[in-house]
């Protein structure tokens, strides 16, 4: 599903210091897997994210989503390709505040010029779903920050990705709303087999993956496999 090969990405500061934000990333993320990536602030996790959404250009190596080099085609191509096989959850709820919470849902569908008719029929699914169904016509500023997340959570499936990237989605919740976050990802991985790459600092949270990495100063290291015990 991903591969990365020899990946490295510098950013020029002012003054001119030079920051490696990856150093020679290798990884491969085979379909169905549920990585979990810890590490601490600026150890380089969504930055590693990022390029393997195609979002960040890496400096240096290759990035491939889905067998396709992401970085050989044009920009319309690649955010095609993004739209169709990824779901993007981000450390910040980022939900539209002047639309309620089906459209929000349906945004991915609209932008990709789908059937809005019958996306409307999903994303009442995905609501109930995630545990929001009757929050349909509510607006962001009245769900609380979990309901936020969830709703976040429904819009990244809206298009039926083969893989969701998560870079920090349970780190600005209480620890009660973090794990029912974490069991909503463990049970959509367990019943609709996607692909999940997450990144976070909270190491408590790696059962909850297949497959554990773990960042520092820009570098990946393989971690020992744990089992995953999430349960919905």
Known sequence: MIKL??????????????????????????RREFLVITGRSG???TTLLNVAAGLTRPSAGEALLDGVDLWAISDKERSLLRNRAVGLVFQF????????VLDNVLLPLALSGGDLAGGRRRAV??????????????????LSA???????IARALMNE???????EPSSDLDEETEQEIMHLFAGIHREAGITIVMVTHARQL???????????AGALQEQQRDEPTGRL
Not at 8 to 25: H, I, M, N, W
Not at 125 to 142: C, I, N, T
Not at 146 to 152: L, N
Not at 161 to 167: E, F, G, I, M, R
């Open 125 to 142: 699914e995905l609501l109930d779903l995630v545990g929001l169904a009757d929050k349909a016509a509510s607006y962001p500023r009245q």
């Open 146 to 152: 979990g309901q936020q997340q969830r709703a976040v």
């Open 206 to 216: 790696v059962t909850f993956g297949t497959r554990h990495a773990h960042m520092s």
């Open 5 to 30: 090969r020899g990946v490295g990405k510098t950013y020029e500061l002012a003054g001119g210091q030079v920051v490696d934000a990856l150093r020679d990333v290798d990884l491969h993320v085979e």
């Open 161 to 167: 990705p083969s893989l969701l990237l998560a870079d």
């Open 93 to 100: 709820p980022s939900l539209l505040p002047i639309l309620p």
């Open 43 to 45: 150890a380089g996790k």
